[in-house]
T-cell receptor, first 113, second 110 residues
């Protein structure tokens, strides 16, 4: 069974731009969660989608948004990029969320110049 | 605020010895804990989990211990191998959100 895939793997943007990251979960998984990883703040939960609905949200500004499609694939969007948005963005999928084991993708490395 | 944290940022262990990675948590209501391993260039990988109604759980070469009295979690890796070199995170499931600790880097000495 293929693992979680994320595209693109690397991205360079400038301040003020917006970016869209994509995540394809493991086949059969309906829950997709997004995390931001930085050296200073570590791994922080952004949001979780289940059956095309945002089910849970972390403490990030409204510039960070996401969506999930009927095939469970998910996208994350960051608008008006700031230097501090430079990070590794990780997506994880699980069967139904909750206490189900999460499987992480390799991440998208975003650099904001 | 309440958080999951780690005692040591870096741990160096001789190959073949046992490794013990510690973690403290502050939310006494947390009832589910997970350990993840993250190798360079990869996403975190699930290692083992434990629910609060248990004190100990064993996997292949790994053991997780939970001490609810002092809110302490540890990961023991038996016979540490070069492939165990990674950053290890403890995490708790709180309100269906995974809250991660800062991580401990494990160095394996030859």
């Amino acid at each position: 069974k293929a693992g979680v895939t994320q595209t693109p793997r690397y991205l360079i943007k400038t301040r003020g731009q917006q970016v869209t990251l994509s995540c394809s979960p493991i086949s059969g998984h309906r829950s997709v969660s997004w995390y931001q990883q930085t050296p200073g703040q570590g791994l922080q939960f952004l949001f979780e989608y289940f059956s095309e609905t945002q089910r849970n949200k972390g403490n990030f500004p409204g510039r960070f948004s996401g969506r999930q499609f009927s095939n469970s694939r998910s996208e994350m969007n960051v608008s008006t990029l700031e230097l501090g948005d430079s990070a590794l963005y990780l997506c994880a999928s699980s069967l139904s969320g909750g206490l189900d084991t999460q499987y992480f993708g390799p991440g998208t490395r975003l650099t904001v110049l | 605020g309440e958080s999951v944290g780690l005692h040591l940022p870096t741990l160096s262990v001789q190959e073949g010895d046992n490794s013990i990675i510690n973690c403290a948590y502050s939310n006494s209501a947390s009832d589910y804990f997970i350990w993840y391993k993250q190798e360079s260039g990869k996403g975190p990988q699930f290692i083992i989990d434990i629910r609060s109604n248990m004190d100990k759980r064993q996997g292949q070469r790994v053991t997780v211990l939970l001490n609810k009295t002092v809110k302490h979690l540890s990961l023991q890796i038996a016979a540490t191998q070069p492939g165990d070199s990674a950053v290890y995170f403890c995490a708790e499931n709180r309100d269906d959100k995974i809250i991660f600790g800062k991580g401990t880097r494990l160095h394996i000495l030859p």
